[in-house]
């Protein structure tokens, strides 16, 4: 497939999990691209799988993209290396998943700086370039606990919600300019951390602070009875950012197998 070919995606958190699934989707599709994480140890490996997986291209930027200054480093390598962004994917997130009061000033802090500020920096540092050019995907990755709820997830949710309500202000003030906005927004998906807390070991369980075991939590909570697949919601991130989803805009779009419906 080669769906995206000549675009050039921005995929940040892209180090592994979600983040990597969408790069490496993107790259499947043809786009050169450009990956960021504020780990950069496994960004060189990632560049060269998402090249041997179709992108014609790829590089990686370290940054603390919570921090204007890395949002702004992330942009200028962007454009030394591939001249501009059509895709700009913003998954970098998250976060102390705890009790309410169990949070400290630190700890909120660091919630809402690694997903809230990381997507307003980086759409802002990008934006401008989009709007030069008439042409543009931003698409960021939420999460359906904001609607669910979900245990220990308040702090989260507040930040989650952050990002869902950007997209909502961004299309309506930039829809003319050919720039479209929307939120992917998972319920729970099978990723490297969830894969590990599958485990039947009373430790496991103790170490994520869980009382109820993942598996139960599907079968009871998701009417699939499963989690979503990492590889799933990068497709959806995909078609976002094709040109057949130039009239999407302003959305958020659930993946959550039927757990939470509109």
Not at 139 to 151: C, K, L, P, Q
């Amino acid at each position: 497939m080669a769906g995206l070919s000549g675009k050039i995606a921005v995929v940040t958190g892209s180090a592994r999990g979600i983040g990597k699934a969408i790069a490496m989707r993107l790259a499947r599709e043809g786009a050169a691209l450009a990956v960021s994480d504020v780990n950069g140890e496994g960004l060189p490996a990632l560049c060269a799988e998402l090249e041997a997986a179709g992108a014609p291209k790829a590089i990686g930027h370290a940054a603390d993209l919570s921090r204007e200054e890395g949002a702004a480093g992330l942009l200028e390598a962007v454009l030394a290396a591939h001249g501009r962004c059509d895709i700009l994917v913003n998954n970098a997130g998250g976060g102390v998943i705890r009790p309410f009061l169990e949070h400290t000033a630190e700890t909120l802090r660091q919630t809402i700086d690694r997903n809230l500020w990381t997507t307003l920096w980086c759409t802002r540092a990008f934006l401008p370039g989009m709007l030069e050019r008439s042409y543009g995907r931003v698409i960021n990755v939420g999460a359906d606990s904001v609607h669910t709820g979900t245990y220990s997830h308040a702090g989260y949710n507040a930040a989650k919600g952050g990002v869902h309500a950007l997209v909502t202000g961004l299309a309506f003030e930039f829809a003319r300019h050919g720039v479209t906005f929307n939120v992917v927004s998972p319920g729970g998906v099978l990723t490297e951390d969830l894969q590990a807390m599958m485990s039947d070991d009373p430790e496991v369980l103790a170490k994520y602070r869980m009382s109820v075991h993942p598996r139960d939590v599907a079968k009871r909570e998701i009417p699939s009875q499963r989690f979503t697949e990492m590889g799933e919601v990068a497709a959806y991130v995909a078609f976002l950012a094709s040109d057949d989803a130039a009239a999407v805009n302003g959305q958020i779009h659930s993946i959550n197998g039927a757990q939470w419906m509109m």
